[in-house]
Structure formats: C-alpha cells, structure tokens
C-alpha cells in the first residue's frame, strides 16, 4: 500500500497524523506497511500537487478527505468529524479509508 503524510513545514499536526496513521494501520492489519512524509514549501508546489491543507493524508496516490472546489494552499487543514471540525479525522475514518482502498 502505498501511503503518504503531506504537511508544510513546522505543522503542528504532523507528529500526531503520523501516530495516528501508525494506529490506524495496525488497526485494519496492515502494521508492516510504512508511509512516507512529504513536506510542501512553496504556493506552486502546492497548486502542483493540488495540496489543499496540512496534513493531508495520500492512499494509493488518493486523498480520501478531499473537499472539492477547496483551492491548493499552505495552510492547515480542518476535517469534519462526527464529533465536529478537527485538525485531524478521527481514528475511524481514517481505518474505512485505508480499509475502502484496500479493497480496490
């Protein structure tokens, strides 16, 4: 599975999407995959990747929590939770995302 943590630089949310990530793989059974971190530096890099907010999460190349119509940007990221707007998805929604593309 091929997975990647999206940020900018100094995000306050990197080192807990990353454990939450780890979490979330083990969970679903998948806790010898790895994913790699990328950091977004500049406007036109993110226009490039269509980066819309830090952390973003990549799986299979896809981002599960994309919000359509959301203009690229360095910025932080918000995701709608069933317990309301965070700066990352709960722990559930991250395990369907990995468990929907897994079934791919």
């Known amino acids: 599975m091929d997975i990647e943590l999206v940020v900018v630089a100094d995000c306050p949310n990197e080192r807990p999407a990353a ?7 083990k969970a679903v059974g998948e806790d010898k995959a790895s994913f790699s971190t990328r950091v977004i530096t500049t406007q036109a890099e993110a226009e490039q990747s269509g980066f819309t907010g830090s ?24 995701y709608t939770t069933p317990r309301g707007v965070a700066g990352l998805p709960d722990m559930d929604q991250l395990q369907q995302a990995l468990i929907a593309t897994r079934s791919t």
């Open 19 to 25: 454990d939450l990530m780890r979490q979330a793989l």
């Open 55 to 78: 952390p973003t999460f990549l799986i299979q190349g896809r981002d599960p929590f994309a919000d359509p119509g959301r203009p690229p940007g360095l910025s932080c990221r918000l």
